[in-house]
């Protein structure tokens, strides 16, 4: 789905409502399961759902009857929004790779802390490469594709696990190149 209302840009780049949203990549869930994973009040978790759901990204997938009470069980509207570089989705990047570098951070002081390697649980890389647009935006759609690839894995294991990625004009300044041949 390509949100293209400002409103769904909106709904969807807040912190608790990218929660939610990233939770129903899981399965369908009610708002006190949302709520108690969040650790957030059902009230709070129930507006953020209605937010997302007036903007088009949730709705109601199926319900139950659970004594007297009629539990909906919400759900994604697309397995994968897209979205245009446009105001309000640039500040997400940033958002995005601040938490990630959180998440790293706690990884490793956990490792540290237990006596442990984060080898094998961790994989962090970066390298900078002056290319044409032309093969960066080959890279990208690649990225993309595995990362899509990666998000329709079946829902198993213990552990739920990250990926990220990002190509971006690096601020490293390479040399300048010569008239010779090879390295």
């Known amino acids: 789905m390509t949100l293209e209302d400002p409103a769904q840009y909106r709904a969807?780049?807040?912190e608790t409502r990218q929660s939610i949203v990233a939770l129903l990549s899981e399965r369908a869930a009610t708002i006190s399961e949302l709520a108690g994973v969040l650790d957030k009040p059902k009230g709070t978790v129930g507006h953020h759902v209605q937010v997302l759901a007036d903007a088009g990204?949730?709705?109601v997938v199926r319900t139950k009857k659970v004594r007297a009470v009629v539990a909906k069980y919400w759900g994604r509207t697309a397995r994968v929004f897209y979205y245009h570089q446009v105001d309000a989705v640039v500040s997400n990047a940033q958002r995005i790779l601040q938490q990630a570098a959180a998440q790293v951070g706690h990884l490793e002081e956990a490792a540290a802390a237990a006596g442990r390697d984060v080898?094998?649980?961790?994989?962090?890389?970066?390298?900078?490469v002056r290319l044409p647009v032309e093969r960066v935006d080959e890279f990208r759609d690649r990225l993309g594709d595995l990362l899509l690839e990666f998000a329709d894995q079946p829902r198993s294991g213990d552990t739920t696990y990250a990926m990220i990625y990002g190509v971006f004009p690096s601020e490293r300044v390479g040399l300048p190149p010569t008239d010779e041949d090879g390295p």
């Open 119 to 128: 080898e094998g649980i961790l994989d962090v890389n970066r390298r900078d």
């Open 12 to 14: 969807l780049f807040e």
């Open 57 to 59: 990204l949730l709705h």
